[in-house]
T-cell receptor, first 112, second 111 residues
Framework: GESVGLHLPTLSVQEGDNSIINCAYS??????FIWYKQESGKGPQFIID?????DKRQGQRVTVLLNKTVKHLSLQIAATQPGDSAVYFC???????????FGDGTTLTVKP | EAQVTQNPRYLITVTGKKLTVTCSQN?????MSWYRQDPGLGLRQIYY???????DKGDVPEGYKVSRKEKRNFPLILESPSPNQTSLYFC??????????FGDGTRLSIL
């Protein structure tokens, strides 16, 4: 079968390395997925999103991959920098619905 | 500057004393929502509003009320707060089917 990454509550990487943060979502009807970054003392901030008609989307230094077969989402950060240290959350929702469900979050620490 | 403003940012109060956390947005967005954040549990949705006078329960609505009398404001009301409502609260707004904009949070401690 297909292998996907495990969700880890914490991830520590060296500056300059690539980071991969995983998320398993719960509702097979969800068709819109968002990654947020939360820095200490602040609210979550939007990073990148993807809709279910795509399986990959790229932004600046970030890529989101969606595997609907196993209900898995991942966020890849290239050349991780100290400023990337934060808690990262995935969120899922269904188009036109008001409910949003967030994952438990992964704390990323970037070592200089 | 696009903003979601929550007040107060911090509050320590006692069980049973009614309190209101205000949330105001200047982006003219129809959708607004309240979340609570607890260690190890991520963000859980309390209530949301799709438009003025339209509110719905999220996953953890017990013990909370909201109102949406005008588009920019979405207050969260705790009629009789209890210690299990001690948490970090976030208000958010956005266009439906677009990412949400979050406030900086309100830390409530109920003794």
């Amino acid at each position: 079968g297909e292998s996907v990454g495990l969700h880890l509550p914490t991830l520590s990487v060296q500056e300059g390395d690539n980071s991969i943060i995983n998320c398993a979502y719960s509702n097979s009807a969800s068709d819109y997925f968002i990654w947020y970054k939360q820095e200490s003392g602040k609210g979550p901030q939007f990073i990148i999103d993807i809709r279910s008609n795509m399986d990959k989307r790229q932004g600046q230094r970030v890529t989101v991959l969606l595997n609907k077969t196993v209900k898995h989402l991942s966020l890849q950060i290239a050349a991780t920098q100290p400023g990337d240290s934060a808690v990262y959350f995935c969120a899922e929702k269904y188009t036109n619905a008001g409910k949003s469900t967030f994952g438990d979050g992964t704390t990323l620490t970037v070592k200089p | 500057e696009a903003q979601v403003t929550q007040n107060p940012r911090y509050l320590i109060t006692v069980t049973g004393k009614k309190l209101t956390v205000t949330c105001s947005q200047n982006m003219n967005h129809e959708y607004m929502s309240w979340y609570r954040q607890d260690p190890g549990l991520g963000l859980r949705q309390i209530y949301y509003s799709m438009n003025v006078e339209v509110t719905d329960k999220g996953d953890v609505p017990e013990g909370y009320k909201v109102s949406r009398k005008e588009k920019r404001n979405f207050p969260l009301i705790l009629e009789s707060p209890s210690p299990n409502q001690t948490s970090l609260y976030f208000c958010a707004c956005g266009k439906l089917n677009q990412p949400q904009h979050f406030g900086d949070g309100t830390r409530l401690s109920i003794l």
